[in-house]
């Protein structure tokens, strides 16, 4: 198994918009520990990436910081998600 240290706050984020999030193994502050083989990350990344690429005037908004949080989020995950890939 391998862990990946992702912000907790688009986890929370997503789940509030009811979207499915991986199991989150532990929580240490403001960091989730999750499983980088769980069923649900792909889809999760994908809508991270969707709110990465939102572009937004308003820096007060829920978009904005699901913005900040999913640009976050991506660059957190996709490098594990392609050393995945490639040991496949």
């Known amino acids: 198994m391998k ?3 992702v912000n907790l706050l688009f986890l929370a984020m997503a789940a509030d918009r ?8 532990k929580v240490d502050g403001k960091w989730a520990f999750i ?10 990344l994908e809508y991270a ?3 990465a690429e939102l572009i937004t005037v ?3 908004s829920y ?4 913005h900040v949080e999913g640009k976050r989020f991506c660059q957190l995950v996709e490098p594990a998600m392609i050393e995945k890939y490639k040991e496949e």
Not at 18 to 25: A, K, L
Not at 35 to 43: A, E, I, S, T, V
Not at 63 to 66: A, K, Q, S, T
């Open 49 to 51: 990436g969707y709110f």
């Open 58 to 60: 308003d820096v007060d």
């Open 18 to 25: 009811d979207h499915e999030i991986p199991s989150i193994i």
């Open 63 to 66: 978009e904005f910081n699901m």
């Open 35 to 44: 499983d980088r083989d769980d069923k649900d990350l792909p889809q999760l």
């Open 3 to 5: 862990v990946l240290k």
